[in-house]
């Protein structure tokens, strides 16, 4: 598949995944939320925990910041903020009330608190000017990837930092078959080993269909240089199969 001109991604996403976004995704994500850190790990050959702490080290962190991780899952980022930094006023935000009911397990046997919001992360019901960093890791593939970002600016105090993390469309062509080839298989073998029902199997090709129509490393740095931010970076791995974005909003004039 070749992915349409820039300017039009977004249309085309919205075209051809709306109906998945709106009506199925969610059940297809509480079905396997007891199971979503473990499936990550065979999925990522081990390498999971690898990527957690490469993404946590692009973060920029200072005592009792008001830190935002939208789709945050299972709170494995909210966690792994304060474990770093315990002072931080962490809130997550996620449309799966199943994937945060697990996350918020998880954070309590740790002993943290992390504030839940079940909702629409396309329109966060946060002020304007409000957080101090905002975190996104491996959830934009399945959003409208320009309206959560502007959103995700609103939110954002000038000056402020936001960190984005996911899989990406690699440029070059034979490292492109590679990957989808080696992400269908893998996909098979995860499934099977975690036991995933159809709900969640049904999900193998949207994934991959997901990424095709998804943006390289410099296409995302592209995008959020157009919606406004600054002192964009990006660093990638695996010759762009993953991305660690970071970006800023700019400070007051």
């Not at 402020?160 to 440029?171: A, N, V």
């Not at 080993?193 to 998804?214: C, M, R």
Request: glycine share 6%; hydrophobic share 45%; proline share 5%.
């Amino acid at each position: 598949m070749v992915p349409p001109p820039l300017a039009a991604r977004e249309a085309v996403r919205e075209q051809r995944f709306s109906d998945v976004w709106t009506n199925e995704l969610n059940d297809a994500f509480a079905d396997i939320a007891p199971y979503y850190d473990r499936g990550n790990q065979i999925a990522a050959l081990g390498l999971w925990g690898s990527f957690l702490r490469r993404f946590m080290r692009s973060v920029d962190l200072q005592p009792k910041q008001k830190v935002l991780d939208v789709c945050g899952g299972t709170n494995a980022i909210g966690i792994a903020l304060l474990k770093r930094e315990p002072t931080l006023d962490v809130h997550a935000m996620d449309r799966s009330a199943a994937m945060q009911t697990v996350g918020q397990q998880r954070a309590a046997a740790l002993g943290f608190n992390i504030k839940s919001t079940i909702g629409d992360v396309h329109k966060l019901p946060f002020p304007d000017n409000h957080f101090d960093v905002v975190t996104l890791q491996f959830a934009s593939r399945h959003l409208r990837v320009r309206e959560v970002f502007s959103e995700i600016l609103r939110v954002l105090k000038p000056g402020g930092h936001f960190h984005h993390s996911d899989m990406l469309r690699p440029q070059n062509a034979i490292v492109k078959t590679l990957y989808y080839t080696y992400l269908k298989a893998c996909l098979n073998f995860t499934s099977f080993i975690v036991g995933s029902s159809p709900a969640a199997t049904k999900f193998k090709q949207y994934f991959i269909d997901a990424l095709e129509l998804f943006y390289t490393a410099e296409e995302m740095s592209i995008v959020l240089r157009e919606l406004g931010y600054v002192d964009v970076t990006v660093d990638t791995v695996f010759y762009g199969m993953l991305g660690f974005h970071r970006a800023v909003k700019p400070a007051k004039a």
